[in-house]
């Protein structure tokens, strides 16, 4: 019986020989069904197999920001003045060897920022601990791509990401697939389709697997987008580039620089001598999108030195953990006055949505 590998190959050589075009496009998709399935079930039987020391790193502080670059791009340096961490700084290849950990406190809020070692080709497939990299990056809530002014084509980097179900400044499609006992394969959509037809769809749900499944889809996705919800392994994650090297640069090569960069936010930087540095930090915490909540114990004045660091669209019973674990079980009540209140000090319940610059008094049963 053939290797997972081999089935694999095999798949991926007929899709390759297939040509194109709509009446070809259902054979294809069943075949990348097929595909994300047995590689769903790779991904799983590996990491029950896995052992030894990964780059497991504990996440502290409001958010995660990974370093994600080619060997030698400057990462280290970058981690360096971006928080003070100590990570090994040398002009040659894979100097960083385990994934760094660093701090920046910035507008009162602490992001954990993590220098890996440099990405390749092949890193998702294991090539030069890519797995263990990619493992590390799946966590964060930012990647920041490391560019080098000299060579900028970051293409490598996203199909690595890409294959290892990383999706960059992109949501989770709208669509909802709830398996049952009976009644076959129904596809239910809410808006009309364009980039893929119902019958597409079934003939992908069955050849993931699915017998009996409804299928409700409310916005109009292509293929891969049903593939990721099949295989539900994805991880959607936001991403910006720190243009490295600045110093070393003139305008008209700053400018083909630009021209070879994805369609992202992007932060000239020399983490060298420092510039852009200052920009990069309030970038990062406007990307990540973070708010201030303001505390204020029953009975006494807000706090309005030191605010509680969120996430926008956190609710009180985030904001709760945020302030002790004992909080959200224990929780009564919250008063609330800021943008996110019907009128100053309503009485709202756990699943309020803070707003940036509310003064929130939670009440719990002692």
């Not at 990062?284 to 807000?302: H, N, S």
């Not at 945020?322 to 009128?343: C, E, L």
Request: hydrophobic share 40%; with cysteine; glycine share 8%.
């Amino acid at each position: 019986m053939a290797t997972i590998d081999e089935q694999i190959k095999e798949l991926e050589e007929e899709i390759s020989n297939t040509k194109y075009n709509k009446s070809t496009e259902g054979h294809i998709g069943k075949l990348k069904a097929k595909i994300a399935r047995l590689m769903n079930e790779q991904e799983k039987r590996r990491s029950s197999k896995a052992s030894g020391k990964g780059f497991s790193v504990k996440k502290s502080g409001n958010a995660t920001v990974a370093l994600v670059g080619f060997p030698s791009v400057g990462k280290s340096t970058l981690l360096n003045q971006l928080t003070g961490a100590k990570s090994t700084v040398g002009a040659y290849h894979f100097t960083t060897l385990d994934v760094v950990p660093g701090v920046l406190e910035y507008n009162h809020a602490k992001i954990q920022i993590l220098d890996m070692p440099g990405l390749i080709k092949g890193a998702s497939k294991g090539k030069g601990k890519g797995r263990e990299v990619i493992a590390a990056a799946r966590s964060a809530d930012v990647i920041l791509y490391v560019a080098d002014v000299f060579n900028p084509d970051l293409s490598i980097l996203e199909r690595e990401l890409w294959d290892a179900a990383i999706r960059v400044n992109q949501r989770p499609p709208d669509v909802v697939i709830t398996s049952s006992d009976y009644g076959g394969i129904s596809i239910k959509p809410t808006v009309k389709l364009t980039k893929i037809d119902e019958k597409l769809a079934m003939e992908m749900v069955a050849a993931y697997g699915h017998v009996n499944a409804a299928v409700v889809i409310r916005e109009d996705i292509n293929m891969e987008q049903l593939l990721d919800v099949l295989t539900g392994n994805r991880v959607y994650i936001d991403a910006m580039i720190a243009v490295n090297k600045v110093d070393l640069a003139d305008a008209a090569k700053m400018d083909a620089v630009y021209k070879k960069l994805p369609d992202l936010r992007k932060v000239p930087v020399s983490a060298a001598t420092g510039y852009g540095i200052e920009h990069l930090k309030q970038a990062l915490f406007e990307t990540i999108d973070l708010i201030r909540i303001y505390l204020k114990p029953q009975g006494q004045d807000a706090d309005m030195d030191v605010p509680l660091i969120v996430k926008n669209g956190n609710t009180i019973g985030d904001v709760c953990e945020q302030i002790h674990r004992t909080f959200r079980p224990n929780f009564r009540y919250a008063m609330v006055w800021g943008d996110s209140a019907k009128f100053p000090g309503q009485t709202v319940g756990i699943d309020h949505v803070v707003k940036d610059g509310d003064v929130v008094t939670i009440i719990v049963r002692r």
